[in-house]
């Protein structure tokens, strides 16, 4: 071989040779960047919706196919992002996957004393962590039509629970709950979101506990506030802090719209008006749905909030109802900066989504921009439709939607099923796109909750998906490398512990990037409280500042690009060290 | 009653009638006048008096819509509407303009409302296809079948009255409103598949009226472009043109 053949083969060798990693563009561009490891990974066990068992049964399981959710969060501090998964039937087990590290996960929910979440009176709806006594330990709180449950990480594997000892036995029919320090003492408080008003739906008294009505039902379970004592404890405050809403919440999400240190609440409502409260600063909220958002007729079902333009304030996307009988359209509200927001659904490309569920910001492909993924699908069942039956009572004079027995028995019809996922893919901040069917992310279960965790520390962000009455999925990120990104996680001193609220701006390629920790945004599902930034092409970063909800701005030099970071409040700036897992 | 006594009644009549007519106009220029300066106050107040002093009249009850949906003043249109109805149970332009009057708050109402607002609409414009069934009343029912989801199958439904529209306009003069029919009926072919006819009829249209850019417009796209442009029609979140203006004015 002489010089020029060995050249010629060196380079073949090196075009032909190159990892998929850093492939071209066209190569990416048909590759598929996540896989579908659920069985793999040994969490493939199915949601079962509650059957009840009243004399409304038959109408009731045509509006309660939910309870199908997710919360993610490092119980055990070895370093990896465990799951838990709530069932529904009476008979069902809720379920901690503990991460094992290696993309595996392990059910222990019996060991830990967390499976048993439903019973003939209580059905789990939803589940969230935090760490309600600032001991740096995730405590999980099993959300449920009827009483939810306070489990106390014991720190050893364990859970105990402290429901009645904090203060939280009161019956709710909650769908939602998400955790912030509202008044920024240093404590999450716990705000509940809840669907039916709080009647025994198990065994109601009265056939009345359906909606009002299909556009502004006022007769729902509305939004419960539990401030945080400090002490283990906790005090109902709704009416003190000014949450006055009785509309059927099925999500809730929180988020500081104009930057002033304290973070503001939307509430999503089905059969109704969604909520904009603003946080005054001094421990209440405001109600200024009229000039932020106005009073809308549609059928909210989730509230996430993200900076989808890298414009320094947050945005908030919430799915509504779009099908061929019903064209509400989902809501991207863009925040314009003066405690208004402007819908750009239809422009950005993501107004139809069908039956939305979830929709949760991330940005999968590390490109410095928050992509979206939406869950939709109510019920897939036979091939008759449901709609005729609906619309049959709707048009009917005079009648009483709240009366559950004018509402149709669905049988075993369908009502908007069988619809595809969509994987909004964020261009430049101006519109979307939607790349589920290429990612394989478009699968037609009736899915309900999403939580975005990087489950394997690789940077590259992994999905969880429920699906009610069906397995879940668990996607794995196996986006080419190449892209760079930067992670931390937040540890608060002076503010509550887990830095629920701190926000973090990002500067790199000449750009300000703005992500922050929340406490469980999003429909039937929490996502990490990491916070996650995709750089694109940037090999460094210029400064990374941290603004915490005590107050303190922290500034951090230049990091090391593709690492996670542990940042502590008021730790020294410098000499900040990649964090690695404990295993 | 002998002829005499016949003659002076009709006499009487006559002149009552014309009288009540002169009135009607006079509360129409009245309303119309307070209209144009946004006075909507007196201007839908004078046009009530003239739509119920001449119910028949079509140009005082479209016009009296056309103020309601500027003045935003849906649910005053839709509780007028209801009271002269009743006076009037026997008026075809009446319950036509009922039930446009309900298709012109579809656009401000929540999606359920719009299907109990359609649902409602469709019943005036029933009761105006059994009273007088005229190229307008089977074209105002016909195009408002098409704007139902495909699961309640009633496309075929306005493809039949919009084939009976088409029967009445071709035997009499050329309008220039009559495009519509083409344009609907091919879109209510398309509706329920038939994409052959759809394309025929629209094809007749244009010979017809060869200036037609929804004609051509339609002619000229296929398969996701057309059914994009003939759903964008039908988005019950835009507004329906209920304006009448066209009948009397050509």
Known sequence: MNHQQTLITVLLLLILGTPARSGSAAQQNDQKWFEDVTHKAGIHYRHHTRRFNNPYAEIMQGYTKLGAAVAVADYDRDGFEDIFVTDSCATCKNHLYHNNGDFTFTDVAEQAGVASGNDEENASSGALWFDFNNDGLPDLLVVRFGHSILYQNMGNGKFRDVTKAAGLNRYMNAIKAIAFDYDNDGFVDLFFGCYFQPINIFHPSTPRFFPESFEDANNGGGVVVFHNNKDGTFTEVTDRVGIHTTGWTLDLGHGDANNDGNDDLYVANDFGTDRFYLNNGDGTFTDKTETAIGFDTKKGMNADWGDYDNDGLLDIYVTNITDDYMREGNFLWHNNGNLTFTDVARETGTYDTGWGWAGKFFDYDNDGWLDLYVMNGWVSAGKESYVPDIFAMITRPNVDFADARNWPPIGNKSLSGNEKKRLFHNENGHTFKDEAARHGLDSTRDGRGIAVADFDNDGRLDLFVTNADDEPFLYRNILPTGAHWMGFLLEGTKSNRSAIGAQVRLKANGSTYLRYVNGGNGFASQSTSRVHFGLGKATKIDSVEVRWPSGLKQTFPSLAVDHWYKLFEGQSTNDVQPWEPKR | ?250
Do not use: C
Not at chain 2, 48 to 77: C, H, M, W
Not at chain 2, 166 to 185: D, F, H, N, W
């Open chain 2, 1 to 250: 009653m002998t002829k005499k006594t016949f003659s002076y009644l009709f006499a009487v009549l006559m002149i009552v009638a014309t009288q009540l007519a002169a009135a009607s106009e006079t509360d129409y220029q009245a309303g119309m006048k307070a209209i144009a300066v946004n006075d909507f106050s007196h201007g839908l107040h004078f046009l009530e008096l003239a739509v119920t002093g001449d119910p028949e009249n079509v140009r005082y009850a479209s016009e009296y819509r056309q103020a309601s949906i500027r003045g935003k003043e849906f649910d005053r249109s839709l509780k007028f509407f209801e009271k002269v109805v009743a006076d009037h149970p026997n008026s075809a332009n009446l319950h036509l303009n009922f039930g446009f009057a309900y298709v012109d708050k579809i656009p401000v109402a929540g999606s359920i409302t719009q299907v109990i607002l359609a649902n409602n609409a469709l019943t005036e414009f029933s009761k105006a296809v059994e009273l007088q069934p005229s190229w307008l009343a089977y074209y105002t029912r016909g195009e408002s079948f098409l704007f139902w989801p495909k699961i309640f199958n009633r496309a075929s439904l306005g493809v039949v009255d919009l084939l009976k529209a088409m029967e009445i306009q071709k035997k009499g003069p050329r309008r220039s409103y009559y495009v519509k029919t083409y344009i609907a009926l091919g879109d209510g072919y398309w509706k329920t598949d038939d994409l052959t006819k759809a394309r025929a009829v629209w094809q007749e249209g244009l010979k017809e009226f060869p200036n037609n850019e929804q004609l051509k417009n339609r002619l000229a796209l296929q398969g996701d472009q057309l059914k994009s442009a003939i759903e964008d029609q039908f988005d019950p979140g835009k507004r329906v043109d209920t304006d009448l203006r066209e009948l009397w004015s050509n």
